[in-house]
Structures are given as C-alpha cells and as structure tokens.
C-alpha cells in the first residue's frame, strides 16, 4: 500500500472513531507502527489529525466521543487483559456498581463466575452479559435510555442510586489525566458515573494506554477520589503515557497494569525498587488523599469493612433501589 493510500485510510478511521490507537492503525493497514507513526506526523503536520499517547485523535484538544460499534473494535486486546485484571478485584458475595462502557462490558462477562455477587449497573451491556448467571443478583437503574452506549441517563437513573452503598465501583470513561482525573464526553454519562462513584467506598477506573492523557469535556471522578487505576503496558516509545502513569502515582492512586501476557505488574512508587517486568498482580499502594471508611486500613477493602454495611444490610440497601 503506497504512503497516499495509508495515509487516507488513517485518516478516514480517525474521523470515523473519534481517537485510534497506533497498534489499532498498524493492524488495519497491515503494517508497522513505526510507519503509522511517521505517517500520523505528516497528517498532524497538515493539520489534519492530532497525535495523543499511543494513537491519534481529532483535532482541537477534546476528542468526541465515539458509538459503541466503534470503540467496540478499538483497543480489544487490552481491554481483554484489563478486564482480566479487574475481575481478580471482586471477591464473593460483595455488592458493586460497574459503569457503560465496553470494557466494562468485558468485565461483566467475568464477574459472572463470582458466586454471591450483587452488580448495580446502568448498562444494558453489563445486565446483558450478567443475564444467565445463576449466583450474580443484577440491579439495574431507573433513567433513560441512551441509545449510542446502550446505557440508561438521566434524573432517574442519578435519583435510583440515592441512599445507595456498595464496596467497589468500576468505571470507565473516554480520557484521563493527572491533573484532571477521569472524563468523558457526554454530560448526562458524566452525571450518572458521578452518581456511581459516590454509591462506592473505592473507586477502580478502567482505561487503556490510549485514555492516558486524554482530556474530554465533562469530568467523572477528579484524580484525589481515584482509588485504583487498572490498565495496560503503554508501548515502550511512549513515554508521555509512561509519564502519566507515574504522575497518577505521585498523587496517590495505585496503579495495576496488564501485561501482555494477561499477568500484571505494578507501577513503583517513590521508593520502591522496580520488580520484573511482568509478575501475576503486584500493586503498589502510595500515599496520597484517598477516601477512608471509619476503622479500614490503607489500600483496598473489602465489601466486610464497610461502616457496618455488611452482609444483609448492604443488600437491603440493593433491595430498596430495586423497589424504586
């Protein structure tokens, strides 16, 4: 394929999906990412498409959200491996929210193998994926459908998650930064996400090495209310993503990262001494400002040390948002 060629093909996939990865391009033009990259440079050169940690998105600083048929194609080894991670997060009988989006999705189809589970959600994807589990109780929210994600928005869905309480939240969004945190394009998505935060004592973000550093209009979850960041190895000429990673660190979140390999290994903080490069989940706690349940200790919690919103008072709680 000649350099016009790809180059248009770039183009016409960047304008289609809002944001492509390098590896995404490469794969599509059946060729190297060096290439892709230096043909990403002469349409960034033109004006035509801006360069963002590992991939490239449209130009003018913000990048638009994309539908769900497209960023259902994007990125779909990492979010496999993420998803992969995530799931060793969530233990027996716990009650957890997960937000739209599709590796979110990936993390639903997971979850359906942990007994005793109860999974508040405003997405049709997550229920949908949860639908034939036998020992996972699903709670959806009220709201109004949003068509493009396949998620329910709106006064409904935000007011349905009132008075709720659950161990874990997990989300994920359209960019996220250090300075910033967690984003997404939409303000009814925003809103309802916010909303899903705040029903959580932890809050785990899923992104893929794409996200880092991306900026998008409406802010989720501000950097200081990030528990967990659950990702994968950014490409090793990235080192603006390596950058991101590290300034998330400083701030206090803990970062887990999937390899490749499906393993994973944990980003070290200050005074940490760098492991191997791939390990079975190694995560590194820092400090930093993080929301504290009354008598737990540092890092992440379980569903049992919750204010005394264990066990059946946690599911009451579930119950009341089902009558709503």
């Known amino acids: ?83 992969d991670l995530a799931a060793g997060l969530v233990e027996e009988g716990e009650a957890i929210v997960v937000g739209a989006g599709t590796t979110t999705q990936e993390l639903a189809r997971r979850l359906a193998r942990v007994p005793g589970l109860t999974v508040v959600t405003n997405s049709l994807l997550v229920a949908q994926a949860l639908a034939h589990a036998n020992r996972v109780e699903v709670v959806m929210t009220g709201g109004t459908l949003r068509g493009s994600n396949y998620a329910l928005v709106g006064s409904g869905a935000e007011q349905s998650l009132q008075g709720l309480r659950v161990s874990k939240a997990f989300i994920s969004g359209s960019g996220l930064t250090a300075e910033r945190g967690l984003s997404t394009s939409n303000m009814l998505s925003a809103s309802v996400d916010r909303a899903l935060v705040q029903a959580a004592a932890e809050v785990v973000v899923l992104a893929d090495h794409t996200k880092l550093g991306t900026d998008t209009m409406f802010q989720t979850v501000p950097t200081e209310e990030i528990t967990r960041l659950v990702t994968d190895e950014p490409p090793g000429h990235d080192d603006r993503a390596g950058a991101e990673l590290q300034a998330l660190a400083d701030q206090g979140v803990q970062i887990a990262v999937a390899g490749a390999s499906g393993g994973a290994a944990g980003r070290p903080g200050p005074g940490d001494e760098a492991g191997p490069a791939r390990q079975q989940r190694r995560d590194v706690p820092l400090p930093g400002p993080r929301r504290q349940v009354p008598g737990a200790g540092p890092g992440l919690r379980t569903a049992a040390s919750l204010d005394q919103g264990t066990g059946a008072e946690q599911r009451a709680r579930v119950a009341d948002l089902r009558r709503r």
């Open 1 to 83: 394929m000649f350099a016009a060629e790809r180059r248009q093909l770039i183009l016409e996939m960047v304008r289609a999906n809002g944001a492509v990865s390098l590896r995404e391009l490469a794969r599509v033009v059946q060729t190297s990412e060096v290439t892709v990259r230096r043909d990403v440079r002469a349409l960034e050169a033109e004006g035509l498409l801006d360069r963002r940690h590992g991939g490239a998105v449209l130009p003018g600083g913000f990048t638009r959200e994309s539908g769900f048929p497209q960023k259902s194609h994007l990125a779909t080894a990492e979010k496999t491996a993420i998803a």
